[in-house]
């Protein structure tokens, strides 16, 4: 398996724009999490999902937050209008039941 | 609701020294602990993985040892390289589940 993939890489945004960021977990994992991380706060979980459904989602920020899993291979996480202070590296991570987590590469976010 | 703390932030080493990371956390009832590498700009490599029931867990010149009931990690690494520099970070799961994180402890390792 290729591991956990995210997209896009690097991402440069405008202040009040829509951001969407891309994560394909690892196949045949039923966990999926999205963190964020900054030099300031370290990595924060955002929400986590299970066979799909969002089970935590008390560390999204703010309602200009979203995250969703269609299916057990994609997730997305999107943030409408962005901010400066969104600017961060998101990462998302996966895992089989209570094993060892694996994360994908992270996408920077700059907001300016 | 969980905590954990690493000790020492940063770290320097001469290469060749054994050096222990510090891992701490609140909530003792987890099921597993984890310690991961990052690199500068790069994401997380998984490490090692300590169950509850293990109290240590070796990995090459890695070792990390789990005192569920003190709430204590640490992870030993034999002979450190240059290689070696990067953050380590300590994971535990909150509620059974998602895991939380400690700041991390940046080691720089000199040849």
């Known amino acids: 398996d290729a591991g956990v993939i995210q997209s896009p890489r690097h991402e440069v945004t405008e202040m009040g724009q829509e951001v969407t960021l891309r994560c394909k977990p690892i196949s045949g994992h039923d966990y999926l999490f999205w963190y964020r991380q900054t030099m300031m706060r370290g990595l924060e979980l955002l929400i986590y999902?299970?066979?799909?459904?969002?089970?935590?989602d008390s560390g999204m920020p703010e309602d200009r937050f979203s995250a969703k899993m269609p299916n057990a291979s994609f997730s997305t996480l999107k943030i409408q209008p962005s901010e400066p202070r969104d600017s961060a590296v998101y990462f998302c991570?996966?895992?089989?039941?209570?094993?060892?987590?694996?994360f994908g590469q992270g996408t920077r976010l700059t907001v300016v | 609701k969980q905590e954990v703390t690493q000790i020492p932030a940063a770290l320097s080493v001469p290469e060749g020294e054994n050096l222990v990371l510090n891992c701490s956390f609140t909530d003792s009832a987890i099921y597993n602990l984890q310690w991961f590498r990052q690199d500068p700009g790069k994401g997380l490599t998984s490490l090692l993985l300590i169950q509850s029931s293990q109290r240590e867990q070796t990995s090459g010149r890695l070792n990390a040892s789990l005192d569920k009931s003190s709430g204590r990690s640490t992870l030993y690494i034999a002979a450190s390289q240059p290689g070696d520099s990067a953050t380590y970070l300590c994971?535990?799961?909150?509620?059974?589940?998602?895991?939380?994180f400690g700041k991390g402890t940046t080691l720089s390792v000199s040849s």
């Open positions: 994971a535990v799961p909150q509620a059974g589940t998602a895991l939380i």
């Open positions: 991570a996966s895992r089989i039941e209570e094993t060892e987590a694996f």
């Open positions: 999902f299970n066979n799909n459904v969002p089970i935590d």
